[in-house]
């Protein structure tokens, strides 16, 4: 068990001596900036004790750069997350948290994980990035041992590569639920750093650190986050892109058997599930040798060893040009099939049923690919896709090539292959799975980018929702929030809700459409999936041995 005997004791707060939140009163005035904070809350962890801050404009708390892992440098580069090292003091817990390492966005010029707030921010990279930020709401936090408001955890995206938390205001969602809500924001090792494939990296460290790093603190959820005044047994995981398809991991982690739970229930905005290879394929394999040979550890009789002594700033050079040199739109640190924590293929686990959650809400954009694929490309549909899925057959891109041969020039079909094997189908592949516990949506504001949905939740990020309606923006958050608080998307509880009522998924494959008019009116509605889409999806789903899915 990862957490000690005293964390476990903070967690059931029976003890004052192993959990002693002392509430500090707000005695002072309210401040005439809308930006203006105060001094907040001190909770003690047992390990550690953070003092947060209070934003009185919006009447939420937050304590920023919470540690839930030691440090993974040194010999813990390529392991196992481990327990936060005990420190003495009160923490501030104010400041941003380092991001982990980024690594390279690709050759696009627009890459749709570009955004306003990202390049404004000045935040430094760092190994030592396994932080946390938790959002509450109202002034004080008061624990809540055996009971306590739902809580979101946003697990961010970005391809494995690139992200953290510190783009996104958790006190968003807290406003989105009607202060009804607890928000986590994570972070986790990207790239190189948490995502090095191979059997030397099997047999001396960790596969899928990154993986492994979210799943760490997900149980620090469970041990802690009653302190903070949220119920452990009311935990939803929710992300977006890569952050989405690292809930698909979480959904079939263990063979679709984590015990203890750690979620009830999950939500994907964009699933994002690229090539997932066994961890010594040919293709990992090479990737570790490319990283071997890139630190000179190719004479060492222990290369892992040589690589966790290497100089942080070589790996990191490392880091951004292999995954620079990867085909357009493709991200090669990715998680892997590791035999331990992800048993086998997701899209095999998934047919069969077996999987972490009770319930699920799943939306995907109307143009999810095109921002992944080079507009100006020139490859036919056959050598697109064997460029995408490197052991794909002849026979399997001739059927491919049929699919999608009535769907216009090569861009616009390389732009369905790209969003529909990776981002849609495996959405339809969870949708399948979960039931009458599933529902669907789909936002369509145009242009209807992979990316340009966060801003109507998170109403902050990215100088916030084009499309400024509050009706819309209304229905489309509390679809999320409701789904958090009452295990369903169709619990208006916000009056005025325009919201039509939702239907499972399973029920009659009805989705529930986000869109606008052309003269600029919410457009919400109700439609059944396009059965030609679901024909191919299933064609997808047939072939992933060969998509590495």
Known sequence: MFFTARSVGVKMSTKANLLAVSQVLLALEVLSSPTATVSASIV??????????????????????????????????????????????????????????????????TNPFESTSMKKRDISQSEDCLFLNVYTPGSEVVPTPGGGLPVIVWIHGGGYLIGGASPFNGADLIIDSNYGVITVLIQYRLGLFGFLPGEAVKEGGALNAGLL????????????????????????IWGESAGAGSVLQHIVAHGGNTQPPLF??????????????????????????????????????????????????????????INLNGFFGTYVFVPVVDGTFILERPTVTIRKGRLNGNYLLAMTNSHEGNSFVNQSTTLDVADYVKTLFPNIGFAQAAGVVMMYQNYGSNVNRADLVMGESIFVCPTYYLLSAFGERAWKGEFAIQPGLHGNDVAYYFTSFSGGPAYNNSQFITAFSNSFMAMAM????????????????????????????????????????????????????????????????
Do not use: H
């Open 44 to 109: 003690n962890l047992g390990y550690a004790q953070y003092q947060g801050s209070v934003d009185t404009a919006t009447n939420t708390t937050s304590f920023l750069g919470i540690r839930y892992a030691a440090p993974p440098v040194g010999d813990l580069r390529w392991a196992a997350p481990q327990p936060p090292p005990t420190v003495s003091g009160i923490q501030q817990a104010t400041t941003q948290p380092n991001e982990c390492n980024q690594a390279a966005r690709g050759d696009s010029s």
């Open 213 to 236: 790093d979210q799943n760490y603190a997900l149980q620090w959820v469970q041990a802690y986050i009653s302190a903070f005044g949220g119920d452990p047994m009311k935990v939803t």
């Open 264 to 321: 009830r229930i999950a939500m994907t905005s964009s699933t994002f599930l690229p090539s997932q290879y066994n961890y010594n394929d040919r293709i990992p394999e090479l990737l570790y040798s490319e990283v071997v040979n890139g630190t000179n550890c190719t004479s060492s009789s222990d290369t892992l060893s040589c690589l966790r002594a290497a100089d942080v700033n070589t790996l990191q050079t490392l880091n951004y040009n």
């Open 486 to 549: 009452s295990e369903t998307p169709d619990d208006r509880y916000t009056p005025g809700d325009i919201t039509p009522s939702w239907r499972p998924w399973r029920s009659d494959l009805t989705e529930m459409m986000f869109n606008e008019t052309s003269a600029g009116a919410p457009d919400i509605y109700t439609f059944k999936t396009d059965s030609a889409l679901l024909e191919r999806c299933a064609y997808w789903q047939d072939v992933s041995a060969y998509s590495a899915q």
